[in-house]
Nanobody, 115 residues
Framework: QVQLVESGGGLVQAGGSLRLSCAPS????????MGWYRQAPGNQRELVAS???????NYADSVKGRSTISRDNAKNTMYLQMNSLKPEDTAVYFC?????????WGQGTQVTVSS
């Protein structure tokens, strides 16, 4: 069973930056996709950004140009750098791993952006 360990959430003022990190508990071999989703109260969970093991990236329009997703395959760690944060970015952010026909979720980390 793979567990995803997230870190980096918190409270930040509008215009500030945060970096989220996610690392699986074990080694991941073969093609996979890691990503960040977020869910605000009353809203559905939505994709923020994803990155494949080969480096291909995908971003939601709402964060494009303000966020950068990256990964260190040697450390099996994924990062999401978020800049120019807005109050509407406030949500619980969940790490996601799709690997070997299975999907795993982290526990979630709260990001709160104050105006």
């Amino acid at each position: 069973q793979v567990q995803l360990v997230e870190s980096g959430g918190g409270l930040v003022q509008a215009g500030g930056s945060l970096r989220l990190s996610c690392a699986p508990s074990g080694s991941i071999f073969g093609p996979n996709i890691m990503g960040w989703y977020r869910q605000a109260p009353g809203n559905q969970r939505e994709l923020v950004a994803s990155i494949s093991s080969s480096g291909g990236t995908n971003y939601a329009d709402s964060v494009k140009g303000r966020s950068t997703i990256s990964r260190d395959n040697a450390k099996n760690t994924m990062y999401l750098q978020m800049n120019s944060l807005k109050p509407e970015d406030t949500a619980v952010y969940f790490c996601n791993l799709r690997w070997s026909s299975l999907q795993y979720w982290g526990q979630g980390t709260q990001v709160t952006v104050s105006s």
